[in-house]
């Protein structure tokens, strides 16, 4: 019943406990009360009936020998009460023989009934007088019965404490009611405001990673240029001074080759961080990303060896425009990585998907706020390799970043895919858990004739 | 010089007496039957007075009779739980049963009492008779009163009623027992 009233009013079940409580209380308070009220009002019967009838007994010799000096002595005993408003002895005729009067109240003239009777403020008792079985005469009493006020403010302390009680009982049960509530609102609050940190605390992250790679970028990128330009003036001057030596040239060949060769390499090395930071120049054009990766076929199997097991799922149609020969740089440069990744065999998927993307993808690797919801060719190159821990996964791209032993890799493939892809308006995202592979997704914007 | 007119008054008071006599004296008698009567609840005689529960009380008068037919008015009425009988006599005797024994003159009082001396009877003197019985009538106030001799009545082994002792001008007190 509680539990359904609970929810009809929409009160708490603790609120219409203490309800219930306090209404048996004021309840079970009026009861006991009105008890009291009837039981002292009894007594009170009693006592005047009592004191009526010793009066009766003792007055009866009194009366019977018509000695109102005697009758009124023993009455006069009774004054001292003071509830007793005027008493009055009649003897057998009816006739007053003795009385007291208190107050302003007037005798009743005889004979009167016998028993109690309630007037007003008062209750008259008359009993007999008897003698040896015959009756002699009256006694008469009239008590007052206590005013309402009296009776109420008798009772008026313990209403006010039960009253007290009873509101005490609502009052906490109200405020704990509330303080429920609002416990309740500040824990959602919290969870939110958890929440926002959390997000903002991403946020921040990916905000520092993008600057880390935009600084890095930049410097690297200057660096880069300015070493291009270097190592082209040195190439060229080893050029002419193989002119010059001419035939003496064959003895000092080889020191020139070597130089010529290390130069090349920088050269290939300030490519590398030049695609990274952006600055390579590109010569995009339209391509079925589908198409390239079939072509590359023949390449990729040369290149990841045969323990590798290599499956292509190619069903985009859709066209995108980049630069075709960094593409397949990129291509089988994942390729590649992926190979390593599996030193035991494993199998390779390269996979095309034509794909309209809503919002950037939870794991895209700097989640610029310039992602561009919108349709995209993705390409995807996943390994069944050894993974990549989260720590690892997210430096992945920065420049020089190598898991691989020294010497072995320069830690600029991934960083140049992504600076290829990010300059092609495109995304790229790294999914891995170490033992679960790693899928590596590029997802370039759709080109369609007449837009740009 | 006080003392003489005092004496005056009391002479001429006298003197005027016989005119009024028979009123005041039938009023005077009426109430003193009545008391004889009204006394009876209030006394205990011992068990062996009574043969039965329902024999009545008797009240005997000895000698002159100054109720003029009063007390026989009220035989028959219930005092109690008995009845009362009203009975002449001459003089004082066991055989009579007396429980009430009204004396009316000084001159045969004497005798009666010592008589009834001992004897469950509750002697009843009428006023400025001596000497006083159990019980003695007295005016006092123009009102009927009484003396009781509770001394007395122990000595006889009857119980009177502290109702009734609380009513008597003056009570001989019986030693405690």
């Known amino acids: 019943m509680m539990a359904s009233l609970a929810r009809k009013e929409g009160w708490s079940l603790p609120v219409v406990a203490a309800l219930i409580a306090a209404a048996v209380l004021l309840s079970a308070g009026v009861l006991m009360a009105f008890y009291e009220e009837q039981l002292y009002s009894a007594q009170q019967l009693k006592d005047v009936r009592e004191e009526a009838q010793i009066l009766a007994a003792s007055v009866t010799a009194a009366i019977d020998f018509d000695d109102a000096g005697a009758v009124s002595e023993h009455l006069g005993a009774l004054k001292v009460n003071p509830e007793l408003q005027a008493g009055g002895v009649y003897d057998k005729a009816g006739r007053l023989m003795a009385s007291f009067v208190q107050g302003n109240a007037v005798l009743p003239r005889g004979p009167l009934p016998e028993g109690a009777a309630y007037a007003g403020d008062h209750v008259d008792i008359v009993v007999p007088a008897i003698e040896q079985g015959a009756r002699v005469g009256t006694v008469f009493l009239r008590a007052s019965t206590e005013p309402e006020q009296r009776r109420l403010a008798r009772y008026a302390g313990v209403i006010l404490l039960v009253t007290m009680g009873a509101l005490v009982i609502l009052v906490l049960s109200l405020s704990q009611a509330a303080l429920t509530g609002r416990a309740r609102q500040l824990s959602a609050v919290n969870l939110q405001l958890h929440r926002e940190m959390e997000e903002r605390r991403k946020t921040e992250e990916a905000l520092r990673q993008s600057s880390k790679m935009e600084a890095v970028g930049q410097l690297s990128g200057g660096i880069a240029h300015d070493f291009n330009n270097l190592i082209m003036i040195a190439k060229g ?47 995009p054009m339209p391509v079925r990303l589908s198409e390239l990766v079939e072509g590359m076929g023949e390449l990729i199997r040369h290149s990841v060896g045969e323990k590798v097991e290599i499956e292509t799922r190619l069903p985009a149609i859709w066209w995108t425009r980049c630069d075709i ?75 020089f970043f190598t898991t691989k032993p020294l010497g072995k890799g320069t830690g600029l493939g991934l960083s140049m895919t992504f600076g290829f892809v990010r300059q092609s308006n495109g995304y790229l995202t790294i999914e891995s858990r170490p033992g679960a592979g790693t899928t590596i997704s590029l997802y370039m914007p759709r080109y369609q004739e007449g837009t740009a | ?92 005797d066991r055989a009579d049963g007396c429980q009430v024994l009204f004396v009316g003159s000084s001159a045969v009082a004497g005798d009666a009492l010592a008589a009834a001396a001992g004897a469950p009877v509750v002697t009843v003197t009428d006023s400025g008779v001596t000497p006083p019985g159990i019980i003695s009538f007295v005016i006092a106030e123009n009102h009927v009163r009484f003396d009781i001799d509770d001394a007395a009545a122990a000595a006889d082994s009857i119980k009177i009623s502290s109702k009734l002792l609380e009513l008597a001008q003056v009570v001989r007190r019986r030693s405690p027992p």
């Open chain 1, 237 to 283: 001057n080893l050029r002419l001074l193989r002119k010059r030596l001419g035939p003496n040239a064959a003895q000092s060949a080889n020191y020139i080759v070597s130089a010529d060769e290390a130069l090349d390499r920088a050269a290939a090395l300030t490519q590398r961080i030049l695609a990274f930071s952006r600055r390579q120049p590109l010569s």
């Open chain 2, 1 to 92: 010089m006080q003392r003489g007119a005092f004496l005056a008054v009391m002479a001429g008071s006298l003197i005027a007496a016989p005119a009024m006599a028979a009123a005041a004296d039938s009023l005077e008698y009426a109430v003193k039957a009545a008391y004889l009567v009204k006394f009876i609840p209030f006394i205990d005689w011992p068990d062996a007075v009574f043969a039965s529960a329902s024999q009545p009380v008797t009240i005997c008068i000895l000698g002159q009779d100054p109720f003029a037919g009063r007390l026989e008015a009220q035989t028959g009425q219930k005092s109690g739980d008995r009845t009362v009988a009203v009975k002449h006599v001459a003089s004082y």
């Open chain 1, 325 to 399: 020969n960094q593409m397949e740089n990129v291509v089988l440069n994942l390729a590649i990585n992926a190979r390593d990744a599996m030193p035991e065999g494993g199998r390779l998927v390269i996979e095309t998907q034509d794909i309209i993307v809503k919002e950037a993808p939870p794991e895209m690797e700097d989640p610029v706020s310039d992602f561009i919801p919108g349709a995209y060719v993705a390409l995807k190159v996943r390994d069944t390799g050894e993974g990549m821990s989260e720590a690892v996964r997210r430096r992945a791209v920065d420049p």
